[in-house]
């Protein structure tokens, strides 16, 4: 039975994730705006705010055909058998009751 308690509490653990995420969403943006306006990191006792960009690249047409080709690629590899599949492990819980 100790399984079943693990996937129980598993199943409680991502409900709750989901339910942080959501609230971590939506005070995101007010504390990116806040930090932004200051332009300095915000110290607090628990814990530093700092806004941070990570750079997000648009790619010439070119290149972007050139990345498609890649794709098509990796799939004829895959499907011919050139590619070498390395499976990792994941766990997925699809939840019936979501107030668990």
């Known amino acids: 039975m100790e399984t ?8 409680v653990i991502k409900v709750r994730i989901k339910e942080l995420k959501k609230e971590e969403d939506l ?5 990116l705006k806040a930090v932004s306006d200051n332009g300095e990191p915000i110290k607090r006792d ?7 960009v990570k750079p997000n690249w ?3 047409d070119s290149l972007t055909k050139d990345i498609e080709n890649i794709s098509i690629r990796k799939i ?6 050139t590619a070498i ?5 994941h766990l997925t819980c ?7």
């Open 4 to 11: 079943e308690k693990a996937m129980e509490r598993y199943a």
């Open 85 to 89: 599949n390395k499976p990792k492990e």
């Open 27 to 31: 005070l995101k943006p007010l504390i």
């Open 76 to 81: 004829e590899e895959q499907e011919d058998k």
């Open 46 to 52: 628990y814990g530093t705010f700092v806004k941070t």
């Open 94 to 100: 699809n939840l019936k009751n979501k107030n668990v």
């Open 58 to 60: 648009k790619y010439s």
